[in-house]
């Protein structure tokens, strides 16, 4: 195990490389400083002139500063609104007092600050310790910092668990944790002197530099003037996962590729924003983490290597590269927070690009900022323009819809679902387990649009015509104007028309809705194939023909179903208003579009989950996928048979573009899993074939004229963007699960319970917050069109497939730690017949690595690896156990044992009833003893059952 750097150190290493640039900051930071806090501390306090001095500041300054809740393009008067709610407060302007009269943190002065901070009773919505540390910092930075994401890094923070044992959280739960922020100010003040840094802000300047893969040599430029540049590159394999896109830069070591026509390597600097061409068009976006280094070939295949980007194909690619450097040595340079565009776009859709003539043989050239501006992507943060500084996590999303749940417990769910696709929740009845669940796929659901007709509309005819090419040409092509919002929402969307032409009998109706695959704006490259999936309109309209609708037309929609409606405009819902909508909106409608949500009888083929409440009485499938009738010679169909079949259809015509579809099985041990699950039970540990489909499939009948006239397939395979969830409560009435179920299912406890923050504040999201995670959520499901498929081997078997990749990450994750521990336990289980098999370590790795990059991608929060790889053993290594005290207790103990950190000074095998119920009842106090608290709770709750009944299960 690595040996961790003390926190003086690092800050000493910090100090080194950056004490330059934070001397360029000093003067005028803390002038701007003393300024506001006159006005701050005035009897009523001027919020308008401290934001106008705030912005002032340097940005890597106000960067550091997280003054407000909001996104950051909240104009200064939306901030001054806010802020006036917040500075005003009387406990948090005694607070702000109290703070700026402080000249040294002793245990008197802490007990105070600790007292004033938790009479704050601001809703957490509007203020947190981020909130509150930064005001401190400007009233008194000689004592206080802020702490917040840009300051103090995820990695940064963690770093700071494992070597002072202080846990900082500023966002939800934050009260808990001021003690925790006032002791770690202790901190600081006791190492600044020692190390010659003269403030706490000093200090925290330093941490905002900090980069967990970074080298401290002393020679690191500053981000302050950021550069922009496009990179031109033509690599293998899927984009970012199997190539360096976004990920590295190089380039041969030559000067023309240092600051030459070919490369500009050596202008470079952390911070500059690079856009990305892959075989002539523009895809993404990312930002440079780390100076350029100069490497070997030898070290180039390393870390591409340790990175999962070195395969046959792309070390063909390399070989180009290779034979262009003379001297063997070449640039290489570290990228970060690569984000994928919401579409790829040509030269000639983005103004400012040089003409693809002028790059011939370039490989990274400098461009103009109006070039990302064009593409909606923010220069102050490297993100789109809309994006916040912070992350909205389903987390956040859950709360604002009223929901509390433990991080972790949210964390575990969404990315159990994601690497299996089959998770059970089981627990206490009323944690609400069928909440998070019917909470979570309401956010993926398709957006809805709609607009207005003009005259002259035949809405009848147009739905037939519509469905006649769909039928022909596999899709169909919707033109309208103007493109409006339209062209930000990305698909599959709803688009509605409102009928406003007198003449037409759907008049004041809505008669029909398209869903939208896809969208082009770019009239002038319309594809053919597009083109041709217009000629529908010359057969509604006789006087239209292709040529005429595309040129009156600016976004062109990709149809690959038409929804038939008909229902009155006034059972739309409004959502921007929140009011139903009436034919006066046809106006507002009719040059541009209302977000709204259609009603139940116009959507029952266009949800994306099916709810099934288990009843006692299924004794086998028949139930969930119908049966064939002998003695009428039909199918009686189900709706959860119609609904996977409206999953393949979707998956076979739009792969990437496809919606996840979910099944939630409500009360699942009702009946026996067993028999009415066994079909889904089988396949799903088929593996997958190379479409993506199950590799076994349930049989459904075996008659022609079914499969002809009623369109039911003889065979059914499990399409991979199909999720399986089902809820369990444990008691009388209901079946336990039998470690066969458990095996091939994630299976989450509901267990903890919070009253002390229940119910949650209440917090809201806007529209293009809820829009943004939903976005980042339905790409990450997607995978790029693989959803749950994953492989040991890619198809052709000669590239290493999702499983050996996430086993290689594992082991050499932490230094091989994790995999180190699992070889212990499963060695130590085998006495017992209860260690396990390659397909639990496979999925243990697989929920490793896909908990990794949704952490990264802001989707989910853990503590830190060490949980997710706790959290990977609960569920994954403990529901094999199951019997009496004389079969489990030295297996669990065994498994304790392993869960201990160091020095944690007990002796597991000396545990019994009253030590393991100590150890429950002190939780909080106790936990620090546990490297995987999650697995060791879970253990003593199993132990106690086996120290009171005798008998002990995980469900």
Known sequence: ???????????????????????????????????????????????????????????????????????????????????????????????????????????????????????????????????????????????????????????????????????????????????????????????????????????????????????????????????????????????????????????????????????????????????????????????????????????????????????????????????????????????????????????????????????????????????????????????????????????????????????????????????????????????????????????????????????????????????????????????WKPAGKAKDIKPPFIFWLYDSDPNDKFYQKVPYGIIVSDVWTDKENLPKEWKSATKWVETVYSDETVEKYINEHEIFFKVWKVIECGSEISKFRDIAKNRELSPRDASRMQNGYALVKAPEDCTPEISNHIFLSVRPDWRDSKPLLGYYNPLTGEYHKTSLLEFILRAKEDYEQNRENAMPYFIILDEMNLAHVEYYFADFLSVLESGRDESGFTKESIKLHDNDAVETFQGIPKELKLPPNLYIIGTVNIDETTYSFSPKVLDRAFTIEFHDVDLENYPPEETKLSEGEREELRRKVLDDLRRNGKFLAVYKREKDSQEKGDIEKALERLKNAENGKYW????????????????FGYRVVDEIALFFKNAKESWDKGIVEFESDDEIFDLALLMKVLPKFHGNRKKLEEPLKVVLELCLSENAGINVQELGRKEVIEILKNWETEKDKFLFKHTAKKVLRMLRQLYEIGFASFS
Not at 77 to 86: A, D, G, P, Q, R
Not at 192 to 201: H, L, R, S
Not at 829 to 834: H, I, K, T, V
């Open 1 to 479: 195990m690595k040996t961790e750097k003390p926190l003086k150190e690092i800050l000493l290493e910090l100090k080194k490389k950056y004490s330059h640039e934070w001397e360029q900051y000093e003067s005028e930071t803390f002038k701007v400083f003393r300024a506001i806090t006159r006005l701050l501390l005035e009897e009523t306090p001027k919020t308008n002139e401290i934001v106008n001095l705030l912005e002032q500041l340097p940005p890597a300054i106000r960067k550091m500063l997280y003054y407000v809740h909001g996104p950051g393009y909240y104009s200064n008067s939306m901030k001054i609104n806010i802020l006036n709610t917040v500075l005003t407060d009387r406990n948090f302007r005694e607070f702000l007092t109290t703070a700026a009269t402080v000249n040294k943190l002793d245990d008197s002065t802490v007990k105070t600050l600790e007292a004033k901070i938790g009479a704050i009773k601001i809703p957490e919505a509007e203020v947190g310790l981020s909130i509150i540390s930064t005001w401190a910092s400007i009233v008194n930075p000689n004592i206080f910092m802020p702490i917040h994401g840009n300051v103090q890094s995820r990695e940064f923070r963690e770093i700071i668990r494992r070597t002072t044992g202080i846990q900082l959280v500023y966002g939800g739960g934050w009260r808990k944790h001021i003690s925790d922020y006032l002791e770690f100010l202790k901190k600081i003040n006791q190492i600044k002197p020692e190390i010659d840094i003269k403030t706490a802000f000093e200090a925290a300047f330093y941490m905002s530099k900090f980069s967990r893969d970074q080298e401290i040599t002393g020679n690191q430029k500053t981000t302050q003037n950021k550069g922009y540049y496009l990179e031109i590159t033509k690599p293998p394999g899927k984009l970012y996962e199997e190539n360096h896109v976004g990920r590295f830069l190089w380039s041969p070591a030559d000067q023309k590729y240092w600051n030459g026509r070919e490369g500009k390597m050596g202008l470079l600097k952390p911070g500059d924003i690079i856009l990305h061409d892959v075989n002539g068009e523009l895809v993404g976006y990312s930002k440079v983490k780390e100076e350029v280094k100069e490497v070997s070939k030898e070290e180039i295949i390393k870390i591409f290597t340790e990175e999962g980007i070195w395969t046959e194909k792309y070390s063909k690619f390399a070989e180009d590269w290779f034979k262009k450097s003379l001297t063997g040595k070449f640039y290489l340079v570290r990228l970060e927070d690569f984000k994928e565009l919401d579409k790829t776009h040509r030269y000639t859709e983005v103004k400012g690009l040089p003409h693809p003539a002028r790059l011939q043989g370039v490989y990274l050239t400098e461009i103009s900022p109006r070039v990302l501006e064009e593409l909606g992507i923010s220069l102050e943060h490297g993100g789109k323009a809309h994006d916040q500084n912070q992350h909205i996590p389903l987390s956040k999303y859950l709360k604002s819809e009223g929901y509390l749940y433990p991080e972790h417990l949210i964390a575990q769910f969404y990315t159990a679902l994601k690497t299996k696709g089959f998770v059970i929740l089981s627990g206490l009845t009323g944690t609400g387990k069928t909440k998070i669940v019917q909470k979570f796929v309401e956010i993926l659901e398709m957006p809805q649009l709609m607009s207005a007709s003009g005259k002259n509309t035949k809405a009848e005819r147009e739905i037939k015509a519509l469905q006649d090419i769909i039928k022909r040409h596999k899709f169909a092509v919707y033109g």
């Open 820 to 835: 180190e521990i699992l070889n212990q336990l499963n060695k130590a289980l085998e006495p017992y017949d209860l260690h």
